[in-house]
């Protein structure tokens, strides 16, 4: 402290100051954290993805025996508009770095409509499988496994939904704070890459 | 000019009340304290659970507690010790200490820290809950196809409360890490970290990539609970043994989440009550992380009678045997640190000695546990339970209470009574010995645990467990006495009791609500205790912390 001169006139501006002072206290560090979060997503999955493998090498036949094929030409297109709308929702990050919210909009929309149409198209084969959640241990396993992705995605969804509302308020996104459209982006391309792997192993395997 | 900034200093503090310890409150402080609280009223629980399950084995027949009920009470004790209170302490301790000692205003995400703490109470009451229904009774660690059979209602209680607790302490962990990684103050670099913040580095790195998994398989279990898939189910073509692999994934690290805060608050309470450096900083830092990592890839070691096959046995073994390493070079290096050391032997010490020698049988039955054919011989015997107890409560619950004498004077800004401390620690000490050491012979006897009814030649044995189970009941008394007569009555402590040299020491007891009047300073290691003496013309430490406060004012 330097005298009370400072400290009278801290006093009078503490409580504006605070809020301020809080924000740049330290470097932004909510990124950090939902990287740190995907870490611990990453090993729920892997957990999951492990016992599925154990059951597929130990299990002397897999899928068992009298488990219907699966259909791959629906599920192959939903991966492509799957993957390829990390491509599309990536311009609407590249949009909001040039402090174009309208682009931000489009594209990020656009990934909505996509994701929407990917949880659409997996409800569509849930109701068209010959197999149930309890015929046996590799259907429990696909219902369980795309179930649970398919959770992610639409928690991917609601959060892009959350975005596109928050942009239409003025000033919310600018070029060097959109904080949600990273979040959410990376959250997007993380719900990818799992699905990747896991169209590998339960489709392809 | 110092009055005037005083008063202007208490116009702008706002003072905590009591009633901000029973809100959404974002201060790590706060947060800290409600979590020690909370899980301290759980030990209550889990404990007078465990007083019901030793006044059922002071007899042989099944005559207190029906063997039903037995079994829901040493699950809901097991799995409330371990979810409601070392791992919930240990995430307290390190809320209340991470801040203050890198020099931080508070933890990086404070809003999620107190979300990942109003987790704890509905998880915990919760598991309470389930009484009402038939609480689960296949043990903390429910494995199927057991947990199948024993109660839909209770076993599925269990399993929501564990995967609302296990969220927690992932949020808790995000927090840890993002906090020791990227808010030091600027001049503090890793090796000015003090020890504590290294072992909660490993613990939180542990949290993050261990929890999960076991999250994974309480989904897996819940399914085959409720909607009759048969993932784990040997009828319907499972495997159980993938239950035990995802489980003890997450629960062998469980161990050492419980264990590392507590090595780390032994790190700290050692070398400020001998007077000497830490012996061995970047030896006990790095293997708090070895611990970390090894802890990672041993955990088939509690499933070496489950069928696992003999490579795979002959790896765990050696991984196992091979964490014995880290842990015996924190053994050493704090060994070291009190050897010739101006020890003060107060209650803070006392606790930290005992915590030492306690854990060190409880380690080096893990020792023998870790080779396989000892293993399988005591696999689910009494030896099981004195190992487990003499880690988690000779190691962790006697580091707990250290901890807590040695920061209650900067929590509340008064001393903890001495006598009642000993008191304390004396009897805590001799009914965690007579309770415990008997159950090694009872387990190379071959008695099982997790059995109501046993044969009548165990008896003398198993009264002599519950005569020290009654001494632990008791020593609890003088420890709740100590803390309310302290906090309303006790002797006032200044800012520095102990003249410790970390940086939570620098700031008021209580701290303040942003932690430091002003900037701390980093004017020496976390640990030079008489370094610095002889150097600076026998200057006393203290006499050297205010030279530093008048320099800057």
């Known amino acids: 402290m330097q005298g009370s001169t400072v400290d009278e ?197 | 000019m110092t009055t005037s900034a005083e008063t202007s200093l208490s116009e702008q503090e706002e003072k905590r009340t009591w009633t901000d310890y029973f809100t959404f409150n974002t201060d790590h402080k706060v947060i800290g304290i409600q979590y020690l609280v909370t899980s301290f009223i759980f030990y209550l629980i889990g404990g007078a659970l465990a007083a019901g399950i030793r006044t059922e084995l002071a007899t042989p027949e099944s005559d207190f507690v029906s063997p039903e009920l037995y079994n829901q009470m040493f699950t809901v004790h097991g799995t409330v010790m371990i979810f409601l209170w070392i791992v919930p302490a240990g995430a307290g301790l390190a809320n209340y200490l991470i801040p203050l000692m ?30 009402f229904v038939g609480a689960p009774q296949a043990g903390w660690t429910s494995y199927p196809p057991l947990s199948l059979m024993t109660g839909k209602a209770g076993e599925e209680i269990w399993i929501l409360s564990i995967l609302i607790l296990g969220t927690s302490s992932i949020l808790g962990a995000i927090n840890f890490l993002a906090t020791i990684l990227k808010m030091r103050m600027p001049e503090m670099g890793f090796f000015d970290l003090p020890l504590f913040c290294w072992s909660m580095l490993a613990t939180a790195a542990m949290i993050l990539i261990s929890t999960p998994v076991l999250a994974a398989a309480l989904i897996m279990l819940s399914f085959d609970l ?46 400020v009550h001998a007077r ?38 002959m790896f765990f073994m050696a991984t196992t045997m091979i964490i014995a390493v880290p842990t015996g070079i924190k053994v050493f290096g704090w060994c070291a640190t009190i050897w010739g050391g101006k020890i003060r032997l107060n209650s803070a010490m006392l ?60 929590m509340t800004g008064k001393y903890l009574n001495e006598t009642w401390g000993r008191i304390h620690f004396v009897l805590t000490f001799i009914g965690l010995n007579l309770t415990f050491l008997p159950m090694h012979q009872l387990g190379l006897e071959g008695m099982n645990r997790r059995i109501a009814i046993y044969d009548a030649e165990f008896q003398t044995l198993n009264i002599i467990c519950t005569i020290g189970s009654y001494i632990l009941a008791v020593s609890t008394f003088p420890f ?14 200044g800012a520095n009791p102990w003249k410790a040299l970390t940086l939570e020491w620098q700031t008021a007891s209580p701290p303040l609500i942003e932690n430091f009047e002003e900037e701390p300073v980093l004017w020496s290691g976390p640990y030079d205790y008489g370094v610095d003496v002889s150097e600076e013309n026998d200057q006393s430490v203290q006499e050297l912390l205010s030279d530093v406060k008048a320099d800057m004012s």
């Open chain 2, 351 to 410: 606790f930290g000695m005992g915590f030492v020698s306690a854990f060190l049988i409880g380690g080096l039955s893990g020792v023998m546990l870790a080779s396989v054919p000892f293993d399988i011989h005591v696999h689910d015997s009494y030896f099981i339970v004195a190992h487990l107890h003499y880690v988690l409560f000779g190691g962790s619950v006697l580091g707990l209470f250290a901890a807590i004498y040695h920061w209650f004077p900067k």
């Open chain 2, 102 to 131: 890198i020099g931080a205003k508070d933890m990086a995400f404070p809003r999620l820290n107190a979300v990942a703490f109003w987790m704890i109470p509905p998880g915990g009451l919760l598991l309470m809950a389930s009484f």
């Open chain 2, 226 to 271: 409720i909607v009759d898939t048969s993932f784990f189910d040997p009828t319907g073509g499972g495997d159980p043994i993938v239950y035990q692999h995802m489980f003890w994934f997450y629960s062998h690290p469980a161990v050492y989440i419980m264990i590392l805060p507590f090595f780390g608050a032994i790190s700290e309470i050692l070398p």
């Open chain 2, 480 to 493: 709740l006495i100590n803390l309310v007569w302290s906090v309303l009555k006790g002797k006032k402590a």
């Open chain 1, 9 to 205: 006139s801290q006093t009078l501006n503490y409580s504006q100051t605070e809020a301020a002072a809080q924000e740049e206290e330290h470097p932004d560090l909510r990124m950090f954290g939902v990287v740190l979060f995907l870490v611990a997503e990453s090993m729920i999955f892997l957990g999951l993805f492990s016992a599925y493998l154990i059951y597929a090498s130990v299990m002397p036949q897999w899928p068992p025996e009298g488990t219907p094929k699966l259909e791959l030409l629906l599920p192959g297109v939903n991966s492509i508009i799957l993957i390829s709308s990390s491509f599309v929702m990536h311009r609407g990050q590249s949009a909001i770095k040039k402090n174009d919210v309208s682009g931000l909009q489009f594209w990020f929309g656009l990934t909505a409509l996509m994701g929407a149409i990917f949880l659409g198209g997996q409800l569509y084969e849930y109701a068209n499988l010959e197999f149930g959640l309890t015929t046996n241990l590799f259907t429990s396993c696909f219902y369980v496994l795309t179930g649970f992705h398919g959770l992610h995605v639409t928690v991917g969804l609601l959060l892009i939904l959350f975005v596109l509302q928050r942009s239409t308020r003025q000033g919310h996104y600018t070029s060097e704070k959109h904080f949600g459209v990273e979040a959410s982006e990376l959250y997007w391309h993380f719900v990818d890459v799992v699905w990747v792997i896991l169209f590998g192993l339960v489709y392809l395997l």
């Open chain 2, 276 to 313: 000497k450096p830490i012996f061995g900083y970047r030896a006990i830092a790095f293997s708090s992380l070895a611990i970390s990592f090894l802890g990672l890839i041993v955990w088939a070691h509690h499933m070496f009678s489950s069928g696992t096959p003999g490579w795979l046995r």
